[in-house]
């Protein structure tokens, strides 16, 4: 509940399908949700504001939680189920797997967190290959330095593949640490909620592979003179990377705020902006090679993480200097709140919304 999972490319007829008034909407039950927790947990905490100051709870990627004389840990959870978040007719039981964990482990990317243990629990109908599974689990572990520690199985009718994941903050990445800043994210790592006017808002990588993927996948692999885009394309919806060093990467260089790439780059860019009470004027959004315009603007399970930061210049050269793809620019935070420009016209948001 940090965060509502992913584009849902499974077998929806698109990753861009509209909002629409059907059932109840994934971010109001959430918000109920919310609230009702909170409300139990005075019990446990009588006095004071809820959440406690230096902890995060529902409402961002991941949540951020202090144990008595610990230090904080970053928590989040996600699902992979079958039919709706992947289409088990296009991906392995490996893939399936090595998509759960990425996807889970992106949250903590986007807080500027770095992945220590995960659970996975998975629901399975029989027949299911749990080795092969698992395989795909423990090769993206092995990618993101994360160790499964335990977890739980069961049968059921549908497969539901469930990682948790726990982090923690390098106090190494803190803003200042050994940059000179003294701007950013602070101890609960990088949020929604800290983006401010004239900050650039920038992408990790270009966007739409995901949505271009799915639709080659399902409509037949394109003919001689692809250059490679195909496989390119399948891949980045099959097996997606989490942004790790990036996330980490930025919060060290005193980002503001930071978001996922999940519903749609659109949806997403909405949700950090609402968070922070800021507006922006987007431009410039760059497509994957093969891509649509409409695929990068709302295609949903990237998984790039969008960054914002009021010194992209300094942010640049420490990404070349870690060996890091360059990001790019997409737009600037503005001082009034609710805007939504891209290429100096109002936007309309696009991307993939649960309902129940």
Not at 81 to 99: N, T
Not at 115 to 129: E, H, I, K, Q, V
Not at 274 to 290: E, H, K, N, Q, R
Request: proline share 7%; glycine share 14%.
């Amino acid at each position: 509940m940090h965060r509502p999972n992913s584009g849902d490319q499974g077998l929806h007829a698109a990753p861009l399908d509209p909002v629409t008034d059907r059932g109840v909407d994934e971010f109001e039950a959430i918000d109920g949700l919310r609230a009702r927790f909170e409300r139990a947990a005075r019990a446990r905490v009588p006095n004071g504001p809820i959440p406690p100051p230096g902890e995060l709870w529902i409402g961002d990627d991941a949540a951020v939680v202090a144990p008595t004389g610990q230090a904080p840990l970053v928590l989040a959870t996600d699902l992979v189920v079958g039919g709706v978040h992947v289409d088990l007719e296009l991906c392995s039981p490996s893939d399936i797997g090595y998509k759960a964990m990425m996807v889970t482990v992106s949250d903590l990317a986007a807080m500027g967190a770095r992945p220590d243990y995960a659970l996975l629990s998975m629901a399975a109908p029989a027949g299911t290959d749990l080795d092969a599974l698992g395989q795909g689990v423990a090769e993206a572990a092995a990618v993101c330095g994360c160790v499964v520690v335990g977890g739980d199985l069961s049968a059921g009718a549908v497969l539901v593949v469930s990682m948790a994941v726990a982090g923690s903050l390098d106090p190494a990445d803190h803003p200042g640490a050994d940059l000179g800043a003294d701007a950013g994210s602070g101890g609960t790592g990088l949020t929604r909620s800290g983006a401010r006017p004239g900050d650039a808002l920038v992408v990790t990588g270009p966007l739409g592979a995901s949505a271009a993927g799915l639709r080659l996948l399902r409509h037949g692999r394109p003919g001689q003179g692809d250059d490679g885009r195909f496989d390119a394309l399948s891949q980045a919806y099959r097996r997606p990377t989490a942004r790790v060093a990036e996330g980490r990467l930025a919060r060290r260089c005193g980002a503001t705020a930071a978001v996922d790439v999940s519903d749609g780059l659109l949806a997403d860019v909405g949700h950090l902006l609402d968070a922070s009470g800021v507006g922006a004027a987007l431009f410039d959004i760059p497509a994957a090679a093969g891509a649509t315009t409409e695929e990068a603007q709302g295609g949903g399970e990237e998984y790039e993480l969008v960054i914002a930061t009021p010194d992209p210049e300094g942010m640049a050269a420490a990404f070349r200097g870690e060996g890091l793809r360059p990001f790019h620019i997409i737009g600037r935070c503005t001082d009034r709140p609710g805007e939504r420009l891209l290429d100096g016209r109002p936007i309309e948001t696009t991307g993939w919304r649960h309902r129940f």
